[in-house]
């Protein structure tokens, strides 16, 4: 177990929806980073948050949009779905090591199933 | 931008066994982080292994290890005595500082018993 939570494990949904997935980060940790991991496309960042600022983006969708909370959980919201978006949606959070770098650590992940 | 390539798609070895990943890499950076994580059939992503650029010793966990060639810009990954749960997809993330992770492709390996 990572310490990273993430809900709900799984989704299915319509063209056309919006949802809603949340990520819990490690105690202490203040990055949240997004990825996709889709079949065709393996594993693509999608957003980082540190402190509750959105401080990277990647190959973000701008149907998708994301925020991290002052409680530091993070929500990605996806909206006017298509079959494409069909994917597994993982959360990261990194903490720092005593030399000064970062390792992040993983969530269970969300599958998203559009149909 | 920086790439990670890993040119086995698929591995297949005994219970065991010693078995060496590959993964290559292109960056202009000096100073980055390069990983190795595994995720299992049960899909969640599991740090297995991290190397420091700036260190010329390579990075040692148990049965896993990794030969760090930083001229080449290459990170193999040898895992000995191989057991059925390592069977899982691997895969190889480059980071630079507090930034993205950059993943290959991955390899599917298979020990088989």
């Known amino acids: 177990d990572s310490g990273v939570t993430q809900t709900p494990k799984h989704l299915i949904t319509a063209t056309g929806q919006r949802v809603t997935l949340r990520c819990s980060p490690r105690?202490?940790?203040?990055?949240v980073y997004w990825y996709q991991q889709s079949l065709d496309q393996g594993l693509q960042f999608l957003i980082q948050?540190?402190?509750?600022?959105?401080?990277a983006k990647g190959n973000i969708l701008e149907r998708f949009s994301a925020q991290q909370f002052p409680d530091l959980h993070s929500e990605l919201n996806l909206s006017s779905l298509e079959l494409g978006d069909s994917a597994l949606y993982f959360c990261?959070?990194?903490?720092?090591?005593?030399?000064?770098?970062?390792?992040?650590?993983f969530g269970p992940g969300t599958r998203l199933l559009v149909l | 931008a920086q790439t990670v390539t890993q040119s086995q798609p698929e591995m297949s070895v005994q219970e065991a066994e010693t078995v060496t990943l590959s993964c290559t890499y292109d960056?202009?950076?000096?100073?980055?982080?390069l990983f190795w994580y595994k995720q299992p059939p049960s899909r969640q992503m599991i740090l297995v292994i991290r190397?420091?650029?700036?260190?010329?010793q390579n990075a040692t966990e148990n049965r896993f290890s990794v030969n760090f060639q930083k001229a080449a810009k290459s990170f193999s990954l040898k895992i000995s005595d191989s057991q059925l749960g390592d069977t899982a997809m691997y895969f190889c993330?480059?980071?630079?500082?507090?930034?993205?992770?950059?993943f290959g492709q991955g390899t599917r390996l298979t020990i088989n018993p």
């Open positions: 990261a959070s990194s903490v720092r090591t005593s030399g000064g770098s970062e390792t992040q650590y």
């Open positions: 960056t202009s950076e000096n100073n980055y982080y």
């Open positions: 190397q420091e650029a700036y260190k010329q």
């Open positions: 948050y540190y402190n509750g600022e959105e401080r």
């Open positions: 105690s202490g940790d203040l990055s």
């Open positions: 993330a480059f980071r630079r500082g507090a930034q993205k992770l950059v």
